[in-house]
């Protein structure tokens, strides 16, 4: 079993990903989620499909499994063989902060006004954003994502 770490690099240099505009993700976007759910290191199994992917005239498609069980993590890549990778925990997170509480700093849309220097609890976190509820005028309660980039982690 060959051994990768949870890197851009590492991910990208084994994982064949077709470009068809009808894949429901791109290439970057699923390798990020890979190092996300690693880094996170709670136990779950996701199935991906690659859509046809044409290589040397030949016409095909990879399915990939992405198996995490106490700790330790295994990307299968099934095709007319399959190769087990065991992928390794990184040092340190690059996706996952673990924030519990965080303050927005920065606005991108017009409803950003109604929470600019507001802080608020996480609910949820994925790849990019953090998932929170926030009680806006003319809607009441929601749950909203907002990107990583446009706040500031308190705790």
């Not at 077709?18 to 690693?38: C, G, H, Q, T, Y």
């Not at 005239?57 to 990879?62: A, E, I, N, R, S």
Request: hydrophobic content about 35%; charged content about 35%.
């Amino acid at each position: 079993m060959e051994t990768l770490k949870a890197t851009q690099k590492d991910l990208n240099s084994v994982i064949h990903w077709s470009s068809s505009r009808w894949n429901l993700k791109k290439k970057a976007d699923f390798v990020k989620e890979i190092i996300f759910l690693v880094e996170v290191g709670e136990d779950v199994h996701v199935e991906y499909g690659t859509g046809s992917y044409s290589e040397r005239g030949h016409l095909g498609g990879w399915d990939y499994m992405l198996d995490i069980k106490d700790g330790e993590a295994t990307l299968t890549e099934r095709k007319v063989k399959t190769t087990v990778y065991k992928i390794e925990m990184p040092k340190k997170n690059r996706f996952y902060t673990s924030a519990q509480k965080f303050k927005v700093i920065k606005k991108k849309y017009d409803w950003h006004d109604e929470i600019l220097n507001k802080e608020f609890e996480v609910d949820k976190e994925d790849e990019d954003s953090y998932y929170f509820q926030v009680n806006l005028k003319d809607e009441g309660f929601k749950q909203m994502a907002i990107n990583k980039k446009l706040v500031e982690v308190i705790k």
